[in-house]
């Protein structure tokens, strides 16, 4: 697929004509498909038109910013073409077992071998081989934010990326916005630290796709005990003429196919996106599916040190279109074009993150679990700072090398120092161990 760009419609004031946008793009668009697409961002208050025939001019609505236009394939825009009828008026269906049966891994595909070979040359990054995870640790800071904001705001969250990162680093919550949003943030956060820190030991097997759930679903589902659980009511998809499976154990059997075909696909892009159309589709848990499919995408993208996928700049109409498109018509196209170009935007911003960071340290890399072990037993266990001197410098002399031991005793008391309740989760203290420590140690100072 060609490379796709940014055109931003308000730049300048009065609009751009269709062959103005035509020129600003970085690939091949005919004048009939593009003006297919201006319209659909019109009908759906993506932008404005003004004017009419050659004298239209598009402009962007002041709370949008800038439009992506990206290549769709003419499947994919023939999918937007049956959705834009009242749901209504599409043919009811239900869960289509065969769309699951019928896929083969590393025989049957739904990302073509030169997508799969576009996607690498985009998400590999430039550095030797590395622990699983590497990558990702690199970048978590911003990882944390951009993901859970996105995927929150797929969702329908208002927190804006602004307030997503001023919860995140601070845990202060944004002013007249409902509790459950911040909830869902932190819950993205929390799932999100859990894929990075247990790298080496994620997979699509029960125990990793369950806890994620537990993790997005914290606190958001009427029913607590359904965290974590598989699904045994029945649910329903608003705007929708799909209705997702009612038998329990056929949602668990299915579930279970789901994991072992995803285990054996070979390609780390075919996995992401397999889960990306299939957890949806299923619907295995009471709610959050969309959620865990999103975090679960990025498994083997974080596992395989590749560039995570944050869903950066895709917008919530033509992705639950996408979604739509494989619940009623078992069709993927739409939403592969939105994965293949989401992709290339996250690499991008991850690599030029990564590229302002430097390269990691490789002392901190292998010493991040005895980091870890260290600085939460000095806040679990509440020393204040003169014990915790004294308990650091026993704790390395007996458990890190003589030749490492200065440079890791001052690493891990700068870490002390830097301690916040925006960053406790790194060391997996709880909010409670943490005000307790702090109460000891004192105002920072």
């Known amino acids: 697929m060609e490379a796709v760009s940014q055109f931003s419609i308000g730049d300048p004031p009065q609009g751009a004509s269709a062959q103005q946008i035509a020129k600003a793009l970085d690939f091949q668009i005919s004048p009939r498909t593009l003006q297919y697409s201006l319209k659909q961002l019109v009908?759906?208050?993506?932008?404005?038109?003004?004017?009419?025939?050659?004298?239209?001019?598009?402009?962007?609505?002041?709370?949008?910013?800038?439009?992506?236009?990206?290549?769709?394939?003419?499947?994919?825009?023939?999918i937007r073409r049956y959705l834009s009828k009242p749901a209504a008026a599409r043919k009811a269906v239900g869960y289509n077992r065969d769309f699951l049966d019928a896929y083969q891994p590393n025989v049957s595909f739904y990302l073509s071998e030169a997508e799969r070979a576009y996607l690498a040359k985009v998400g590999k990054p430039d550095f030797e081989q590395q622990p699983a995870g590497t990558y990702a640790r690199h970048i978590l800071h911003r990882l944390l934010i951009d993901l859970s904001w996105n995927s929150s705001r797929l969702e329908g969250n208002t927190y804006s990326l602004l307030d997503t990162r001023r919860l995140i680093q601070f845990g202060e919550e944004a002013e007249g916005r409902d509790r459950l949003e911040a909830q869902m943030i932190l819950n993205h956060k929390e799932a999100i630290e859990f894929l990075v820190e247990a790298a080496d030991d994620i997979g699509f097997n029960r125990y990793t796709v369950l806890n994620l759930h537990a993790l997005l679903a914290n606190g958001l589902l009427a029913d607590e005990a359904a965290a974590g659980r598989?699904?045994?009511?029945?649910?329903g998809i608003g705007k929708s003429a799909f209705h997702p499976l009612e038998v329990p154990h056929l949602i668990e059997e299915c579930f279970d196919l789901i994991l072992a075909k995803a285990t054996a696909i070979r390609d780390p892009f075919e996995q992401a996106f397999f889960m990306l159309v299939q957890i949806p589709y299923l619907q295995p848990f009471d709610d959050v599916n969309k959620r865990v499919s999103r975090l679960a995408a990025n498994i083997p993208l974080i596992t395989g040190n590749l560039s995570p996928l944050s869903f950066?700049?895709?917008a919530r109409d033509i992705y639950t279109e996408g979604v739509l498109g494989v619940y009623e018509l078992n069709k993927v196209e739409l939403l592969r074009d939105l994965f293949i170009w989401a992709y290339k935007r996250s690499a991008e911003q991850n690599a030029a993150v990564r590229q302002s960071l430097g390269e990691p340290d490789p002392?901190?890399?292998?010493?991040?679990?005895?980091?870890?072990?260290?600085?939460?037993?000095?806040?679990?266990?509440?020393?204040?700072?003169?014990?915790?001197?004294?308990?650091?410098?026993?704790?390395?002399?007996?458990?890190?090398?003589?030749?490492?031991?200065?440079?890791?005793?001052?690493?891990?008391?700068?870490?002390?120092?830097?301690?916040?309740?925006?960053?406790?989760?790194?060391?997996?203290?709880k909010p409670a161990e943490f005000a307790n420590w702090r109460k000891v140690w004192g105002p920072a100072r």
């Open 43 to 78: 009908d759906a208050g993506r932008l404005v038109r003004k004017g009419e025939k050659r004298w239209a001019r598009y402009v962007t609505p002041l709370t949008i910013g800038a439009i992506y236009i990206f290549p769709m394939s003419r499947v994919g825009m023939g």
């Open 230 to 235: 598989l699904r045994y009511i029945g649910v």
């Open 312 to 314: 950066s700049d895709v």
């Open 363 to 429: 002392f901190r890399f292998r010493y991040r679990e005895a980091l870890r072990e260290i600085i939460g037993a000095v806040a679990r266990t509440a020393h204040d700072r003169r014990s915790s001197v004294a308990h650091i410098l026993f704790w390395v002399q007996s458990n890190i090398p003589s030749a490492d031991q200065e440079r890791f005793r001052e690493m891990a008391e700068r870490e002390l120092l830097a301690l916040h309740e925006g960053n406790i989760a790194r060391y997996r203290i």
